[in-house]
């Protein structure tokens, strides 16, 4: 399995468990089973991916468009998502989900980046993009914690 197929199972991976396995499910009309071969890197199912529809449903619904942003980084594109998504986090326990997955995501990409001794361009950017992402939970975590404590 390539790089790039590795990373968009990764980002498909991380798109259906911000949605949540059992909500995926509901909107896709899929099945545990099957949202599963998306994004499993075994070899058996290395050539299968989500259909479009199904990734429509889930990023209207998901706090981040994973598979999009997946998708314009590997053809060096960029993707700006607006604030205020239906879906962003609406509790410091929620922030403290979503900062884990981004941290997971970015030493993710930091572990395949760094696998053959040598960090790209191609693979800093990514690596970038993952770091700027993981601020914006940040900043939206800090928000949070001051409304709180206000």
Known sequence: MTKMNRYLKKH???????????????LTGRSKATLGRYYSESDEHADRYMPLDAVASLEAAASFPHVTQALAEINGNSLEVATGRKGNATSVNTNVVALAQRFAMLMGEYNQSIADGVITVTEAKRMLSETLELQKVLVE???????ETA
């Open 12 to 26: 498909t991976e991380a798109l259906v468990k911000d949605v949540g396995v059992e909500a995926a499910c509901r």
């Open 141 to 147: 975590m800090k928000l949070h914690l001051e409304d």
